[in-house]
Every structure is written in structure tokens, then in C-alpha cells.
């Protein structure tokens, strides 16, 4: 299993547009070889790099297996969670110094997650223990 994107390559800057000084908008994802047995995805982004500790940016999950893409700007067809602003939904890059790396963790599922919508990351990766297939990872760079 594969995430992409085409805005940005792996390990490279991601582009302002999709950051807190540009849009803000979530870049376009591409999922490609999907594992079988696969019923659903997730997806975290965040950035180990804050000074703060792990910072969550987005949380999405129940993404159907048949979607082989996120789209830019876009609300996905699964639910999403509460991010580390309170806000659920997408929440660009935004570091106070420096560089840093911003990880899009793609998980195939067994199952359906059962948390609800705006769920906090501590409760979708509880949700998820046991049902994980396969991951994969896209990391993006972003500095101000």
C-alpha cells in the first residue's frame, strides 16, 4: 500500500497553499494497492517536531477502501476527529520555528471504526488496536 500526493513529493516542502500561511486547505492523497481484506482506512497527520510534543493536524476515519483518493480542499467521506487546536477537521502546517516533518500515516482496517465524529485521537487509536492490515506513510517539510 502506497499514500502520494501531487503536491508535494515525499520528504519535500509541502506547499504553502496547504499550510497556516497559505489556504489552509488539505492537499489531494492517493492511495494505491490497497491490501485485501481491507474494509476501511485512517488516516493521521502530525508532526513530531513540536516543541509541544506530537501535534495531530487531522484525524479521518471509515474512509471506504474503494476511494483511492482524499481530494484538495476537500471534506472526506469518512468521519473526522478533533485535531490538537479543538477543531475537527484539517489544520495545515503551522511551525513557530525551523523545520518540520509532517506525517500523513495511512492505516488499512478490518473493520469499520466505531468512535463518533470529533473523536479524539486517543479514542480512534484505541478504536483501531487490533484492526490494523497494513500502513503506509507520506512525509512532508515545511518551514517558516
Not at 6 to 20: D, L
Not at 40 to 53: R, T, V
Not at 106 to 119: C, P, R, S, T, Y
Amino acid at each position: 500500500m502506497q499514500i502520494t500526493s501531487v503536491a508535494f513529493e515525499g520528504n519535500q516542502a509541502i506547499p504553502k497553499e496547504y499550510t497556516c500561511d497559505g489556504a489552509d486547505v488539505n492537499p489531494e492523497l492517493n492511495i494505491t494497492g490497497v491490501p485485501s481484506g481491507a474494509k476501511s482506512f485512517a488516516l493521521i497527520m502530525d508532526d513530531p517536531d513540536s516543541p509541544q510534543g506530537t501535534f495531530t493536524h487531522w484525524l479521518v476515519w471509515n474512509l471506504e477502501p474503494s476511494a483511492m483518493a482524499i481530494k484538495k480542499s476537500s471534506k472526506p467521506d469518512g468521519l473526522e476527529g478533533t485535531n490538537a487546536v479543538g477543531k475537527i477537521g484539517y489544520t495545515g502546517p503551522c511551525p513557530g520555528k525551523g523545520m518540520h516533518h509532517y506525517h500523513f500515516k495511512l492505516f488499512a482496517l478490518d473493520a469499520l471504526i466505531m468512535a463518533d465524529q470529533g473523536a479524539k485521537r486517543d479514542v480512534l487509536e484505541a478504536a483501531m488496536n487490533g484492526h490494523v492490515i497494513e500502513t503506509a506513510e507520506l512525509i512532508g517539510t515545511y518551514e517558516r
